[in-house]
């Protein structure tokens, strides 16, 4: 299909309806898009700021005809939507990023597999379908080490650190026959990413490696810039090009490094879509990840990712409202501080509500304005 613009008034169609879907629905429609939302979920984040929420099941192929039909473009907030959906739709409408890239992205195994035969370097892993693999596993790898399960795996949903043994055996039998990942256990010295976006002619534009912290395995806190070297920064974000390459995607990637002990830069994952550690750039970069990959799919120009300012950004979680609503008015009293709230109805542990970005004429003072203003929400 020969490339088209899709200019403001066009309908930009997402699929899934979580967060993401909801900072770039808003963003669509500040540029004056009408947008469409397709999940299996009703009253989504992103479905309340949708001019259209459907709520079908990605197998259904006569909601997604009908989705394809009423939107000019469609892209995803979550990769692991069935391939075969995105085929289905490739039919009437432009699918970015592109449905191969999904096929790898979203099946661990696959995406280890693709980035080592690239000669990128990736944490030592081994397939494990069966107990022989993952003994097999443990003997090539030592341990400790992590078991992943190689599809739909998230917020360090679906892995389990393996100690021992016993532990290993236990772990696979929980994950009852699904195919996993064994990994080494890394030390790790830091996590970084990059997220960039490459155009269909190939323009390619990164924002600066943020550093993340995690809690319990989930995204805790962004610092914007890194503090890394400017080698490292120059080698992140050249491995991010390589992959987006080779992948030849027309999108938005971001990628997650671990940088261990030893100083070794290796990729931990990819997300072919806005990423939790680019909400910073809503308040801090002069073009935002939600208007690039708008742009990116829309094919307008690629907007510029310079970050204006430090920031840090601190995640929400579910655990804030355990002892009743947080405290809004006395968090809102900092500044430079901005809240984001997702609209979900019910608090879980873990689960992520919404987000604060600070920004501060140093990452340190950010970093110290995100974590007052986050324990002011917990008096
Ligand atoms: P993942 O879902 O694979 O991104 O893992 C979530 C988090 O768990 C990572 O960001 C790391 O903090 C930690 N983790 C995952 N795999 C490993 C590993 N092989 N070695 C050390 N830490 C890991």
Redesign the pocket.
């Known amino acids: 299909m020969t490339s088209q613009v899709h200019l403001p008034g066009s309908t930009l169609g997402i699929l899934g309806s979580g967060q993401l879907g909801r900072m770039l629905a808003l963003t669509a429609k500040r540029l004056g898009y009408r947008v469409h939302v397709f999940s299996p979920e009703r009253d989504t984040p992103a479905g309340q700021v949708a001019d259209l929420e459907i709520t079908a099941d990605y197998t259904d192929l006569t909601a997604l005809k009908r989705f394809a039909q009423g939107v000019d473009v469609v892209t995803i907030e979550f990769e692991n939507i069935p391939v075969q959906a995105l085929a289905a739709l490739q039919q009437d409408v432009p699918v970015y990023p592109q449905p191969p890239v999904l096929e790898i992205t979203q099946h ?1 195994l696959r995406e280890k597999q693709f980035l080592s035969d690239l000669g990128i370097p990736v ?1 030592p892993f081994v397939p494990v379908n069966n107990i022989q693999e993952l003994q097999a596993g443990m003997a090539q790898l030592g341990l400790p ?2 078991l ?1 399960t190689a599809g739909f ?5 679906g ?1 389990v ?1 393996l100690e021992t043994e016993a532990q290993a055996l236990a772990a696979y039998e929980a994950f009852a026959g699904q195919a996993c990942v064994m ?6 010295e830091r ?1 970084i990413s990059v997220i960039a976006a490459r155009a269909e002619d190939g323009t390619f534009q990164a924002y600066r490696p943020v550093e ?1 912290r ?1 809690r319990h ?3 805790d806190f962004t610092l914007a810039p890194a503090q890394v070297s400017e080698a490292l920064e120059a080698q992140a974000i050249q491995l991010t090009r390589r992959i987006l390459e080779a992948l030849n995607m027309r999108g938005l990637l971001c990628v ?1 490094f ?1 940088i261990t002990q030893q100083g070794e830069l290796l990729v ?2 990819l997300a072919p879509r806005p990423h939790n550690s680019g909400h910073y750039t809503i308040e801090a970069a002069v073009c935002d990840q939600f208007e690039q990959q708008l742009r990116v799919v829309c094919g307008l120009p690629l907007g510029d990712p310079s970050l204006r300012q430090p920031a840090a950004m601190a995640n929400l979680l579910g655990d804030l409202w355990m002892k009743g609503e947080p405290d809004w008015q006395t968090a809102l009293g900092l500044s430079p501080v901005y809240l984001h709230l997702y609209g979900k109805q019910e608090a879980r542990a873990g689960r992520k509500m919404g987000h604060l970005t600070a920004l501060g004429n140093s990452v340190e003072a950010a970093f110290q304005l995100a974590q007052q203003a986050r324990e002011r929400l917990n008096r």
Request: proline letters at 0%; hydrophobic letters at 35%; glycine letters at 8%.
């Open positions: 661990r944490v080490a992590v992943k795996g998230y917020d360090g949903k892995q650190r990994e080494r256990f890394v030390a790790l996590e993340n995690h395995h989930i995204l997650e671990f931990n994952e």
